[in-house]
């Protein structure tokens, strides 16, 4: 079984930064992580993705050039760092491990079936 504990999230203006954390703690770790976010009343949304080397990362459209996914597997943590934040950013982020060592391509890891443990989740709200 993994743990994946999310931490980081705060209120930031509009055009400021921020750093989310992903650690795991558990059995077999690294996996290909995740991280999906949940605006009020909308649905889940992929934002991006590591594989389990580091070697390969995913973006959602509306996020990428902004956010990028980093892992320190000394650490046992994946991280989020989001730049040149907007009002539409705002929302619960999650992550989430994949445990099948699979490396897949964007439409296999923005899909939430495709990962096995997930986080509680992050609130991140951004000011405008």
């Known amino acids: 079984q993994v743990q994946l504990v999310e931490s980081g999230g705060g209120l930031v203006e509009a055009g400021g930064s921020l750093k989310l954390s992903c650690e795991a703690s558990g059995r077999s770790y690294p996996y290909s992580t995740g991280w999906f976010r949940q605006a009020p009343g909308k649905g889940r949304e992929f934002v991006g993705a590591i594989s389990s080397s580091g070697n390969t990362k995913y973006y959602a459209e509306s996020v990428k050039a902004r956010f990028t996914i980093s892992r320190d597997d000394a650490k046992n943590t994946v991280y989020l760092e989001m730049n040149s934040l907007k009002s539409e950013d705002t929302a619960v982020y999650s992550c989430?491990?994949?445990?099948?060592?699979?490396?897949?391509?964007?439409?296999?890891?923005?899909?939430?079936?495709?990962?096995?443990?997930w986080g509680q989740g992050t609130q991140v709200t951004v000011s405008s």
């Open positions: 989430a491990a994949d445990k099948s060592r699979l490396v897949g391509d964007i439409d296999y890891y923005s899909r939430p079936a495709s990962y096995d443990y």
